[in-house]
């Protein structure tokens, strides 16, 4: 962590005086939350932190059968959370469990996560696959951002001089709906090479609607949408599912990583994928061992 430059750290007790901070800073002035982030991105010209820590947002909240989840909130707490443990297979709070460990896991919050994405990163995966909504506030106001366009460039790249993520929603899920998460990782607490969330709907083995998502393969979560075609409106079995998880190790991209080679990767893509389905779809029960 650099710190040179640094002359002040200010701990606003209101989201409004935040915002106010933080755009007379520019972009000489950076919101803080967890801090976890600065261990591996230099503060280069950052002479104000703004800390979230006295904001009141660190709650997750059941709405209509959705979610709202402050950005303050502890990933530990995410996954301690009974409302994020009945939502969605409990996909939210047993992907915060696979975050880091203990200790990283009380530091690092929900916005943290999402603002900045690592090949790494958890929740930005899940967040696109649950069609999560961010809200952002800034000088100008409160906006609502879907995951997909957050998540099309690196989110700090969207905001703007002042703009602070308040809440992320996760909007009521259809009847009938599965959902489930899966990483590979060397270790408990190891940074995963590749992870899959997956969502669907289905009426009886018919897939009504589904998102795929691939985490890890490159810094931001890619919707794997040719194997999402070939499951939607039709009536899974066998060989579907492993031509839709084929088609998914296919048509993701795949950056450079120094732990493995993308051919690895795209194994990897394939037995989440395959496994995910075979589970949720096929009513399977898929032994640990058969996913990776
Ligand atoms: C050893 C280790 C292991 C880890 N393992 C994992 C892992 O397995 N999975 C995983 O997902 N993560 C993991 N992480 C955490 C991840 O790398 C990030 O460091 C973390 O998510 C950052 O969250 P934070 O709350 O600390 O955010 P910060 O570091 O405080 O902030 C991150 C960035 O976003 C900005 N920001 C923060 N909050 C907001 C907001 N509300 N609005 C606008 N901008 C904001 C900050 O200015 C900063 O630029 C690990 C970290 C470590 C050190």
């Known amino acids: 962590m650099r710190l040179a430059e640094l002359k002040k750290v ?46 009141p947002l660190s709650y997750v909240k059941e709405e209509k059968g959705g979610l709202r989840i402050g950005a303050t909130t502890p990933v530990a707490d995410l996954a301690a959370s009974r409302a994020a443990g009945k939502y969605g297979d409990g996909i939210l709070s047993l992907t915060a469990r696979r975050i880091g460990s203990n200790l990283n896991r009380n530091l690092i919050t929900v916005g943290g996560n999402l603002v900045q994405p690592f090949i790494w990163s958890d929740l930005p995966t899940v967040a696109l696959v649950l069609n999560a909504a ?29 703009e602070l993520v308040t809440e992320v929603i996760f909007p009521p899920l259809p009847k009938n709906s599965r959902t489930a998460y899966e990483q590979f990782a060397l270790t408990e607490v190891d940074f995963a090479y590749l992870k899959t969330a997956i969502r669907l709907s289905r009426t009886g083995k018919k897939c009504l609607n589904l998102a795929i998502v691939i985490g890890g393969a490159t810094i931001l979560p890619q919707r794997a949408s040719g194997a999402e075609a070939a499951l939607k409106g039709k009536t899974a079995n066998q060989v579907l599912v492993n031509e839709a998880s084929e088609i998914a190790a296919e048509e993701i991209k795949i950056q450079r990583d120094i732990r493995c080679s993308s051919d690895y990767k795209r194994d990897l893509a394939r037995a989440q994928v395959r496994g995910i389905l075979e589970r949720i779809l096929l009513d399977q029960k898929v032994p640990e061992w058969k996913l990776f």
């Open 10 to 55: 200010s701990y606003p007790e209101t989201v409004a005086e935040a915002v106010r901070i933080l755009a007379e800073g520019e972009n000489r002035s950076l919101p803080l939350s967890g801090g976890v982030s600065f261990v591996f991105a230099p503060l280069k010209s950052v002479e104000e932190l703004v800390s979230l820590s006295r904001l």
């Open 134 to 162: 961010v809200v952002i506030q800034g000088p100008s106001g409160r906006k609502t951002m879907k995951a997909e366009k957050f998540f099309a460039r690196m989110p700090k790249q969207l905001l703007k001089d002042g």
